[in-house]
Nanobody
Framework: VQLQASGGGLVQAGGSLRLSCAAS????????MGWFRQSPGKGSELVAA????????YYVDSVKGRFTISTDNAKNTVFLQMNSLKPEDTAIYYC???????????????????WGQGTLVTVSS
């Protein structure tokens, strides 16, 4: 499994950005996909996750209503649309993948063991 993230940048508060994660690998569709972020002084945080648009996605409370995770299954690409950005959204964002080992998948607590390179999102006030 290989992941390639892109789309970060500098935006003013209230603006929008869309991150993309191009995924490859023979088994990629048997993996859940997540977007994590890490900012200075904070640990890594799972922002959103999806099972390739099957079932309900996961969102951390702080981004609900502002961020949307979606997929282009034909292109094995996962997107994170980020609207109404706030300075506290500033972070390095990583896409990640983890194998779905059971029928019931806990997107929040499962293991994500493949990681793409990060893409920096900076939101100015």
């Amino acid at each position: 499994v290989q992941l390639q993230a892109s789309g970060g940048g500098l935006v003013q508060a209230g603006g929008s950005l869309r991150l993309s994660c191009a995924a490859s690998g023979r088994t990629i569709r048997s993996h859940a996909m997540g977007w994590f972020r890490q900012s200075p002084g904070k640990g890594s945080e799972l922002v959103a996750a999806t099972m390739w648009s099957r079932g309900s996605p996961y969102y951390v409370d702080s981004v609900k209503g502002r961020f949307t995770i979606s997929t282009d299954n034909a292109k094995n690409t996962v997107f994170l649309q980020m609207n109404s950005l706030k300075p506290e959204d500033t972070a390095i964002y990583y896409c990640a993948a983890g194998p779905m080992r059971s029928i019931v998948v806990d997107l929040r607590n499962m293991e994500y063991n493949y990681w793409g390179q990060g893409t920096l999102v900076t939101v100015s006030s």
